[in-house]
């Protein structure tokens, strides 16, 4: 909008080709496609009709420059090389092989863009990364974000921070987009696709779990999000726990929920409230902010009435409060370092205290592989202090360290269209000379396209001083 306001005036006072051009330009960018069409025609005729009364202009090099872009938009197929030969003994092999790359790329002829680039040497950065974009070189485009930001196309910019995996960073470049110019409907398509695409409007998950050797939990969950305003969201959601005991009657847990979050800019933040129906009902709620930059991530949680997993009793009968702060600091594009700080209180779902605790945990985590089937490692120190603990609910003091690397399993949930296996495995060892071990085997990949279901065996020994083994069976899906 800033653009077109400044470009007016000189529209006005000058008869500039190039200022036409930059124009439809302009009003393409604001989804004016009908505008820019106008503006592009009636050039082409102009021009057309000044080669008729000069024929010399066909040897003018800005002119022919101006032409050539034209032609790609209005001449047949069949011919368009043509015109690019007649044209091509005014320019240097540079000049003239970025034009005819553009040509291809505006028809999306990806195939031809690759073959000119590499014969010719051509080594423009927008080049490079829509190489990169058609390639899936998530590597090529970490670096070329890094060094050409600024010159790089910003749609392109977006859809590639998107690609590499920074979503908080392509939602905040979108958002920017849309606030500089609110037509740029593209723009915001990228945007409803990302949002889509992190967070489908439907979702069912299944859960199988053996807790123990008498208790099996089996939880059924159903959520739907609809959009409240551009960038805010609200989500309904029922969620069944159901506790499974051999030995007496089933407990039985239904959770209603309503929350309300968004999905773009540095401050992001997530509310909820929940009325359980269980062997007492109660209120449950939570609040999440955080906030992203290039670098940093802060972030705080604060949970009241929420169910806790802390111990196998616990799940079935026990309510936290808890505050939670986190600090994550961006090493590398593949390094990252984190600490959390969490402080809980616990009690029966009558209001009987079981005790407190305080969790103090750093982390750091490094990505060898990028794009499926992504490879991370991560490595944690975790220490956990108990106080007060009531009717032996609650474990002892304990420290813990741990690895764990995963394969595939950075973007599962996400929406996708190949079948991905994917499995993370992790080991870990407490000052109690506790070995723990966790294993997670699944697959997904979309049912018809635009959704994803995911399947996974879970299974769990000793972790987070848990030392009954746990396994199960997940099944989830997103549309």
């Known amino acids: 909008d800033l653009a077109l306001k400044w470009l007016m005036p000189l529209l006005k006072s000058s008869d500039s080709l190039e200022y036409q051009v930059v124009y439809a330009d302009i009003l393409q960018l604001q989804d004016r496609e009908e505008g820019a069409s106008r503006v592009r025609l009636k050039l082409f005729r102009r021009l057309n009709q000044m080669i008729k009364k000069s024929p010399k202009l066909l040897e003018d090099k800005a002119f022919a420059r101006v032409y050539l872009r034209l032609v790609v938009m209005f001449i047949p197929p069949e011919k368009k090389n043509l015109y690019f030969k007649k044209f091509k003994h005014l320019f240097k092999q540079k000049d003239f092989m970025d034009m005819k790359i553009g040509w291809k790329s505006y028809i999306q002829s990806e195939d031809q863009v690759k073959y000119l680039a590499s014969k010719y040497h051509m080594n423009l950065p927008w080049l490079r990364l829509y190489i990169a974009m058609s390639r899936g070189d998530t590597q090529a485009k970490q670096e070329l974000l890094k060094d050409y930001k600024d010159i790089l196309a910003f749609r392109d910019r977006v859809t590639a921070t998107k690609d590499i995996g920074d979503r908080a960073g392509a939602y905040s470049l979108a958002f920017q987009g849309m606030e500089d110019n609110q037509r740029d409907v593209d723009l915001y398509k990228i945007y409803e696709g990302m949002v889509n695409s992190d967070y489908p409007k439907g979702e069912f998950k299944s859960k199988y779990k053996k807790l123990s050797k008498h208790i099996t939990d089996i939880e ?40 309300i979050n968004n999905s773009y800019k540095r ?150 269209q190949d079948l991905r296996p994917f499995g993370v495995l992790g080991l870990s060892v407490n000052d109690k000379q506790e070995m723990g071990t966790s294993l997670s085997l699944g697959v997904s990949g979309a049912l018809k396209g635009g959704d994803v279901l995911n399947l996974s065996l879970d299974y769990s020994k000793g972790m987070d001083m848990i030392s009954y083994p746990y396994y199960g069976v997940t099944l989830n899906y997103k549309f």
């Open 220 to 259: 059924n969950r159903v959520s739907y999000r609809w959009k409240l305003y551009k960038g805010i969201n609200s989500k309904f959601s029922f969620h069944q726990y159901r506790y499974i005991k051999d030995n007496g009657k089933d407990i039985l847990d239904n959770k209603v929920a309503l929350s």
């Open 267 to 416: 401050v992001i933040w997530n509310i909820e409230i929940a009325k359980h129906f269980a062997q007492r009902d109660f209120i449950s709620s939570l609040l999440n902010i955080s906030y992203k930059n290039s670098e940093i991530e802060l972030g705080v949680e604060a949970k009241y009435h929420n169910k806790t997993q802390q111990s196998t009793q616990l799940q079935m009968i026990g309510i936290q409060d808890s505050v939670k702060v986190t600090a994550k600091r961006k090493l590398s594009n593949r390094m990252n370092i984190r600490a959390s700080y969490k402080h809980s209180k616990y009690q029966k779902q009558n209001g009987d205290s079981v005790g407190n605790s305080e969790k103090l945990k750093v982390s750091g985590d490094y990505l060898l592989r990028a794009g499926y089937p992504d490879i991370r490692f991560t490595t944690y120190l975790l220490t956990y202090k108990f106080r007060d603990i009531k009717e032996n609910l609650l474990p002892k003091d304990f420290i813990e360290f741990g690895s764990q690397i995963s394969v595939g399993a950075v973007q599962n949930e996400e929406i996708h």
